[in-house]
């Protein structure tokens, strides 16, 4: 199964240690939005999209890169993604961005572009912005190596899931 990674990873390169994980036991290189020719993603039999979550969502760099992507209608994809709060996140903020799920915009994009969506991944990841920073952060330590052991097992059933 040939896959190929698509992440960002910005502030503290949390998404950036689970998709290095993920690109190990899938044996798959790892680009990043602006780097990608969407003309190749044809090659791949699977593609991940992953970056950290601001306000409620996934990087705009990836979502934008979605909104671009050519047919590849019936393709596998896996979307996965880091934040210091859990994917849930909080309620006041969910209300007023109409999140109840971060994955939610990154998922509905690809759902209308036809993909099918075969797992998807989340973990907490040390935050500083806002006013995370006066606190001196949320999160801290994570991913963590429990995270990147859950990253590993997660990125198997992938593989399994290929099998079938």
Do not use: W
Not at 9 to 29: G, Q, Y
Request: proline letters at 4%.
């Amino acid at each position: 199964m040939k896959t190929l990674i698509i992440y960002i990873s910005i502030h503290h390169k949390n998404t950036e240690r689970i998709a290095k994980v993920m690109a190990e036991v899938l044996e798959a290189p790892l680009v990043k939005p602006r780097e990608i020719d969407i003309n190749s993603l044809a090659e791949y039999d699977l593609l991940g999209f992953g970056s950290g979550i601001y306000f409620g969502k996934h990087h705009k760099s990836l979502l934008k890169l979605v909104d671009k992507l050519p047919n590849l209608k019936g393709r596998k994809v896996f979307v996965f993604s880091t934040s210091g709060v859990s994917n849930a996140g909080n309620f006041i903020h969910n209300i007023r961005h109409k999140v109840s799920n971060f994955h939610i915009p990154l998922r509905e994009k690809l759902v209308k572009k036809g993909l099918v969506i075969v797992g998807e991944f989340t973990c907490k990841g040390f935050d500083t912005v806002g006013p995370f920073k006066l606190i001196g952060g949320i999160s801290k330590g994570r991913p963590n190596e429990k995270d990147l052991k859950q990253v590993k097992i997660f990125a198997r059933t992938l593989l399994e899931e290929d099998k079938k």
